[in-house]
């Protein structure tokens, strides 16, 4: 049997030493986020980090924009919160309405109010190893590892899926820990030969039970970040849960593992801009 790998409540320990560490110190981040559309799956998230940021003592602000929104409105809203001395950190909810170009639109949020770490810049400082801000899922990946201290060095590490927001970065993370990297997507020939000496397999495709216990070896560190449903309408990741936490050595749960990692590394993100924005001043 694995260990359970307990995002819930690694995520609510950083949530509280992120409320001390903004109490002792007398901070007064601000998170300002944009939702474009009617996505429901955004709106749980969204109300998710709003009730994170309460949690923590970061002021919260929320601008809601329709499904007809131009990009030149868009553009502009985040160019009046780059120019809002309150705001530290600016997250536009992916994904927008068709029709609007979101890399334009991250290009556009200034890089040190990037709390999401999707600006370019930001992705360039993640390549070349220099501090800037980390997307959260990948950042909170990362600090599973840390507190399970599973040592990455050497490992045979396989990210499935190539997203800007979870596979590309996590790589890169990987990669930073000295793993050596394998980023398996759609067009992989053959998933299961990529997934059989893997050490560490990061699942990011949005598939049911794409990973099944035969494809794995035993003892390999499962992070899963799947968020599907089930016919039960239950949700689920990306992992055959049931019978690959019989072989893996470490497992995530889902939901209970990554979803509140990534929420609790915004928390992270928000709370250093407005440090480091402060000290500029
Ligand atoms: N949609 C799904 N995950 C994310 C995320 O981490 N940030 C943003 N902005 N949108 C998302």
Redesign the pocket.
Known sequence: MSVLINGKELAKEIRLELKEKVEKENLSPMLAVILCGDDAA?KV?VRNKSKACDEVGIKFKEYLLPSETKQEELLSLIDKLNNDSEVDGI?????IPKGLNIEEAFARISPEKDV?G?NPYNVGKLVIGEDGFI???PYGIMKMFEKYNIDLHGKKAVVIGRSN??GKPTAQCLLSKNATVTICHSKTKDLKEELKEADVIVAAVGVRALVKADMVKDGVVVIDVGMNRNDEGKLCGDVDFEEVSKKASYITPVPGGVGPM?IAM?MNNVVKAHIQRNHKR
């Open positions: 955004s998230y997250l536009l909810q992916s994904p999401d999707f997307p959260c899922t927001i979870v990534t915004l």
